[in-house]
């Protein structure tokens, strides 16, 4: 049985950090694109990272460029989301997802993802 469990957020103020973090179970995220996607309120979810294995690049929204980082710690089967400078507009509940073999051109595409978290909320106070 796959799960996805994220986990680290919580409410910071406007211009705090927060490390996201989402450890996979039953199965090796080293094999799997990842991605993180977030949805506000009254908004649809929305890409804002993802990463087809190791080594490979990295993409994300341009709303997080700069700001965001991505990694991998394929020993703890986890994955990390750095967010740095955070404005009000960045909060919402963030989720990860997982997909083996997903098509380049397909990565910031929710629908491709089939394995997802169960989100975690991520709270910016201005």
């Known amino acids: 049985q796959v799960q996805l469990v994220e986990s680290g957020g919580g409410v910071v103020q406007t211009g705090g950090s927060l490390r996201l973090s989402c450890a996979a179970s039953?199965?090796?995220?080293?094999?799997?694109?990842v991605a993180w996607f977030r949805q506000a309120p009254g908004k649809e979810r929305e890409f804002v990272v993802a990463?087809?294995?190791?080594?490979?690049?990295?993409y994300y929204a341009d709303s997080v460029k700069g700001r965001f980082t991505f990694s991998r710690d394929n020993a703890k089967n986890t994955v990390y989301l750095q967010m740095n400078s955070l404005q009000p507009e960045d909060s919402a509940v963030y989720y990860c997802a997982a997909k083996r073999g997903i098509i380049l051109s397909s990565i910031r595409n929710q629908l491709q993802y089939d394995y997802w978290g169960q989100g975690t909320q991520v709270t910016i106070s201005s």
């Open positions: 039953g199965l090796t995220f080293s094999a799997y694109a």
């Open positions: 990463n087809r294995r190791s080594g490979d690049p990295i």
